[in-house]
Every structure is written in C-alpha cells, then in structure tokens.
C-alpha cells in the first residue's frame, strides 16, 4: 500500500505542528518539514534553533502517529560549510526524519561532489539519507547528471529526488530514471503541470514553487512516471499552489491533492 507524505511546499503557510495535525486529519501517511529556505530570505520553520516549537513538533507527531519523510532544503552553494549542519542533523534524528532534500546551486560540480559526499557521511551518522533533486535551473538539471554525481560518490546514504515536474521540465527519461538503482530511490515527488513546458527559467521557478497542478489535471504523463517508480517509496505530494490559497484554506487544498495523488497511483497500478 502506498505511502503519501504532506510536503511542506504545500502547505508553506503552516507551521510544523499545525501542518503535522492537517496531515493526520486529511488521511496523510507523512509529513515533509521545511527547516532551511530555498532562497535565501524563504519560509522556513528553524527547529533547530527554537526548542519551544521543536517540542510542540514531537508532541504532535506523538499524539497524531503522523512521523517525518524528509527535511528541506539543503542548497548548496559555493560557499556552503558542512560544519553549518550539524543542529540541523540533531533535530532530525529528534523527529525521526529519514531523508534530506538537497540541491546543488555550485557551478563548480567538482567542489559540489565533494561537499556532498561530507555531507552524506555526516547526515548518515543520524540515519539521514542525502537526496539530490535534479532541477534545470540548477548545476543538477537534469536525471542523467543526477545519476551520473550519485554513482560516482557511491555512498550508500546518497540517493536521487525525483520530482515529477522537474523529470517532465528537465526532459528525463523513463529510460534513465528505470536505470536508477532502486536502492538510489528513497521517496519521489508528486504534481502535475501544463502539457507546455515554460519558455525560460524565471517562469519554470515561478511555476515550480507557487504554481503547480494538482495530480490529473495537467499534461504530464504521471501514470507512466508512478509505474516506473518502486512500489515501496513513500510519495510526497507536492503542489503549491499560491493564488489557490488566496480563497482556499491550507486543509481544502491538502485533501484535493492527496485525493488525485491516489488516484493516479489506482490507474498506474490497474494497467
């Protein structure tokens, strides 16, 4: 039975024990937790620095059994320092994390390899897996590089992120992403996006984190994705949706994506 986890890009407007608590209510498995920005200035929801809402977080997560998927975002930049992380390993061995989100803004894949690896030895420690999403903004855009990074390290904690989005943006292939050793895979991304792909960069990141469709109700050929997918990664549904959250609150939204989430995994596992 497929496992769905509530990213926090979703739901960005709530907090950790609230978002926690909507999950349990609209029938979420998990939850994604934003602990660093993406850009510099973002929502974030710093656990490791604020002990009062760290202890509300596993006070939640023990009262609902909703437990943590992943923790966001690790980007790495030229001048990232892995020293920097290690509060933000503690608090998620405190909450049970599995996964890490990274990405890569270090034009110098080289030095960027070598950071990773620190880190995946590092996170490891606290039985955190390091999971590279692919993005085509990013010194990562694509699967193949994705691939190409995580078998050259060959460290077990190192995996790949695949976001449906950034597969369809990217133009990957279910050709390479089936060529992925599935102990590479530890939880995949979910949404769905017009047929026609944006036209620049600038677009592709407005569509990417306020802009997205709910599963279904765009063009991207999620079915085929889900089927190429293992059976036992845990799904993370994530649609954020900015102008929607304007007129529809946080638990309206959370429900109508979870809704078509399994429903593409009904049609992928019917054919």
């Known amino acids: 039975m497929a496992m769905f986890s509530l990213a926090a890009l979703t739901v960005l407007e709530l907090a950790p024990p609230e978002m926690i608590e909507l999950a349990a209510r609209c029938g979420y498995d998990k939850v994604g937790l934003r602990l660093l920005p993406a850009t510099p200035g973002g929502v ?21 059994g909703i437990t943590v998927a992943d923790l966001e975002v690790v980007a790495f930049r030229p001048d990232t320092d892995i020293a920097f992380f290690a509060p933000f390993f503690e608090a998620g061995a405190r909450l049970g994390a599995k996964h890490i989100l990274v990405a890569s803004y270090d034009p110098d894949l ?7 690896r620190q880190f995946c030895e590092a996170g490891a420690e606290y039985g955190l897996t390091s999971d590279l999403e ?58 769905d996006g017009p047929a026609e ?47 929607l959250a304007k007129t529809i609150d946080a638990e309206a939204r959370a429900r109508r994506a979870l809704a078509a989430a399994k429903v593409i995994v009904e049609r992928a596992r019917a054919t």
């Open 197 to 243: 792909r944006p036209l620049n960069t600038e677009q592709l990141i407005h569509a990417a984190r306020e802009e997205r469709m709910f599963p279904g109700e765009g063009g991207i050929d999620l079915v085929s994705l889900t089927k190429a997918m293992p059976d036992s990664l845990t799904i993370s549904v994530e649609v954020p949706t900015v102008r």
């Open 44 to 64: 974030a929801y710093r656990l490791m620095d604020d002990a009062p809402l760290l202890r509300a977080t596993l006070q939640r997560l023990q009262s609902t």
């Open 134 to 191: 692919f993005m085509p903004w990013t010194s990562v855009p694509d699967l193949r590089t994705a691939l190409r990074l995580v078998s050259d390290l060959a460290h077990p904690a190192a995996g790949i992120l695949v976001d449906a989005l950034h597969f369809d943006r990217s133009r990957s292939s279910l050709a390479d992403l089936r060529s992925i050793p599935t102990d590479r895979l530890h939880y995949w991304q979910i949404c």
């Open 110 to 116: 080289a030095r960027f390899e070598e950071r990773y």
